[in-house]
């Protein structure tokens, strides 16, 4: 079964801390896995596209690393800021279920001022 | 506008109602998707639309039927719903499905739907 899985559950950390948060998937075979921004009761926003055969992007102070050998990926956010604070979602595309992006639960991110 | 749009952006119903979902795309993209959100689960998704042609229904009830008269247009048509539907409907658009190099997703900010 192609599965999501985001750790840990929730994050609170003080301003212009660099963090990090990982996203699990169960099997290799993926198209690509993209990170997402989730505010509270809202859409989300694309943050970051990853392709397979990439191993990271950047933009701005985001950085996510792919590695799909074991189906892992990070996203680094270096010096948090209040701003921050939102649930941040992982999706991937897996290759053989290719009309559909599995979702981690997310990651509930809290930077305190 | 610009992005992804969904009206309305929150809708009470009851068990009985009709109502519908309108989400509109003015990024020029090929591909559109319903999600469902529920409280404390992943993101769901629902059905897939290229071109006007629906090319994933993840078995999802028949109290729930998609419209995509265009590219740029994607409704969703309920009726007989029942509480456990309440939830976050979220709209997205791509410029290809899932399977292409374009298929970056971008999203609406959703209906918030309850259904007494």
């Known amino acids: 079964k192609q599965e999501v899985t985001q750790i840990p559950a929730a994050l609170s950390v003080p301003e212009g801390e660099n963090l990090v948060l990982n996203c699990s998937f169960t099997?290799?075979?993926?198209?690509?896995l993209q990170w997402f921004r989730q505010d509270p009761g809202k859409g989300l926003t694309s943050l970051l596209l990853?392709?397979?055969?990439?191993r990271e992007q950047t933009s701005g102070r985001l950085n996510a690393s792919l590695d799909k050998s074991s189906g892992r990926s990070t996203l680094y956010i270096a010096a948090s800021q209040p701003g921050d604070s939102a649930t941040y979602l992982c999706?991937?595309?897996?290759?053989?279920?290719?009309?559909?992006?599995?979702f981690g639960a997310g990651t509930r991110l809290t930077v305190k001022p | 506008e610009t992005g992804v749009t969904q009206t309305p952006r929150h809708l009470v119903m009851g068990m009985t109602n009709k109502k519908s979902l309108k989400c509109e795309q003015h990024?020029?993209?090929?591909?559109m998707y319903w999600y469902k959100q529920s409280a404390k689960k992943p993101l769901e998704l629902m059905f897939v639309?290229?071109?006007?042609?629906?090319?994933e229904n993840n078995s999802v009830p028949s109290r729930f039927s998609p419209e995509c008269p265009n590219s740029s247009h994607l409704f969703l048509h309920l009726h007989t719903l029942q509480p456990e539907d309440s939830a976050l409907y979220l709209c997205?658009?791509?410029?290809?499905?899932?399977?292409?190099?374009?298929?970056?997703?971008?999203f609406g900010p959703g209906t918030r739907l309850t259904v007494l």
């Open positions: 997205a658009s791509s410029q290809g499905i899932t399977s292409s190099s374009y298929n970056e997703q971008f």
């Open positions: 099997d290799s075979a993926i198209y690509n």
């Open positions: 990853i392709q397979s055969s990439q």
């Open positions: 999706a991937v595309t897996f290759l053989y279920n290719n009309n559909d992006m599995r």
């Open positions: 990024l020029g993209h090929n591909a």
């Open positions: 639309y290229n071109f006007k042609e629906q090319t």
